[in-house]
């Protein structure tokens, strides 16, 4: 399941969660439905693979939507996380947007609004999953490379040619060719542009 983009709905409001359940369902999306977070962790706790993203009501019993979100934030669940209320405040949609939200709709829900959301919502979490995959392949080649060659990395990365490199760490030029030799190798990349790209793309 966990490959499989899934909207969940946190909402105490049965008759609202079946209402969405049925809009959503009939253009084809795959849901999961949840009277309340707790029931949500149970399903997708920390740190989980589930992807996809949240439709989360603003206003529960025993928490709120914004605590609910900044939980999100704290277990590793980083779903773009779309908010409902009916009783929303401009000042609660601002907090909740300056906190990640994706946005913010008051109900009754306009379907079509909706709809939009979701698929602008499930298109983020794509990107995010490629950008953090992509992240995670770099930090692990970086885990390849010796602290020495980590060091001598960056600096090749900054632009600083092998005679620079060599004469800031008191080492000669020829160990620095060595070096990045191998820095490129264990990287993958074919040469310091390559190397400098791939470092700047890691670090957005």
């Not at 946190?10 to 809009?23: M, N, P, Q, S």
């Amino acid at each position: 399941m966990a490959d499989v983009p899934t909207i969940f709905i946190i909402d105490d409001d049965d008759a609202v969660r079946a209402g969405l359940k049925l809009l959503l369902e009939s253009e084809g999306f795959q849901i999961e439905h949840f009277a309340s977070a707790k029931d949500f962790y149970k399903y997708c706790p920390e740190d989980c693979e589930c992807r996809g993203c949240i439709i989360l009501d603003l206003q529960m019993p025993e928490i709120d939507g914004l605590e609910v979100q900044q939980q999100l934030h704290e277990r590793g669940i980083t779903m773009p996380i779309i908010f409902l209320s009916g009783h929303g405040t401009v000042p609660k949609a601002v907090q909740a947007l300056q906190e990640g939200a994706m946005d913010f709709i008051e109900k009754p829900v306009d379907q079509a609004l909706l709809l939009n959301r979701v698929r602008r919502a499930l298109e983020n979490d794509v990107d995010n999953c490629s950008r953090a995959a992509r992240h995670r392949a770099v930090r692990q080649r970086v885990m390849r490379l010796t602290h020495r060659e980590q060091e001598i990395m960056e600096m090749i990365a900054a632009g600083k040619p092998n005679k620079v490199v060599a004469v800031d760490l008191g080492i000669s030029e020829r160990t620095v060719e060595l070096h990045r030799s191998r820095i490129l190798k264990k990287m993958e990349v074919k040469n310091a542009v390559e190397l400098a790209q791939l470092v700047s793309s890691n670090g957005d």
